[in-house]
C-alpha cells in the first residue's frame, strides 16, 4: 500500500470527529487496529479497506493512492468553533471542590473528543459542587 492510506485514514477520521474506538465500530473491530492502520504498522484487506471507503465516501484507489489531505483540506475552522475555554464552561468550571479525583478521558485530536471529555469534567465537577453544598 502507497504512504497515503494511513495519512489519509488519519486525516478523513479526525475529519469526521471520529475517535478511533468510533471508527473501529464502524469496521467491527477495535481502536487498535485503527491505530496500527494509520500508523502503518498493519494493511487492512480489502473488505476493510472497502468498509473505510464507503464510511468516508471516498474510492479505494483514492484513499490509498492520492493525498486527500491537500484535496480535501478545509479552510481553517473560525474562533466560534474553538474549543470551550473556563470562561464559557459557567461558573462550575470556576468554583475548587477539594476532592482528589482521578479521571481518565480519551482524546484523540479531534473538537469532538475535547468538547465531550470537557462535558463529562464538567458534569463530574457538578456533582461534586451539589455534593459539598448539601454536606454543609
Do not use: C, W
Not at 490509498?64 to 474553538?82: G, S, V
Not at 468538547?115 to 458534569?123: E, P, S
Request: net charge neutral; proline share 5%; aromatic share 6%.
Amino acid at each position: 500500500m502507497t504512504m497515503y492510506f494511513a495519512k489519509n485514514l488519519r486525516f478523513l477520521r479526525r475529519r469526521a470527529e471520529l475517535s478511533q474506538s468510533e471508527l473501529g465500530d464502524k469496521l467491527v473491530t477495535d481502536y487498535n487496529t485503527v491505530s496500527r492502520y494509520e500508523n502503518g504498522k498493519s494493511t487492512p484487506k480489502l473488505d476493510a479497506l472497502t468498509k473505510l471507503a464507503q464510511v468516508f465516501g471516498v474510492s479505494v484507489e483514492a484513499l490509498r493512492n492520492q493525498d486527500l489531505t491537500q484535496l480535501l483540506a478545509a479552510p481553517a475552522q473560525p474562533e466560534t468553533n474553538a474549543p470551550p475555554t473556563p470562561r464559557h464552561l459557567g461558573e462550575a468550571a470556576i468554583r475548587a471542590v477539594k476532592h482528589p479525583l482521578f479521571v481518565s478521558v480519551e482524546l484523540d485530536g479531534t473538537a469532538a473528543s475535547l468538547a465531550r471529555a470537557v462535558a463529562r469534567l464538567t458534569a463530574i465537577n457538578n456533582v461534586l459542587v451539589e455534593t459539598d453544598e448539601y454536606s454543609q
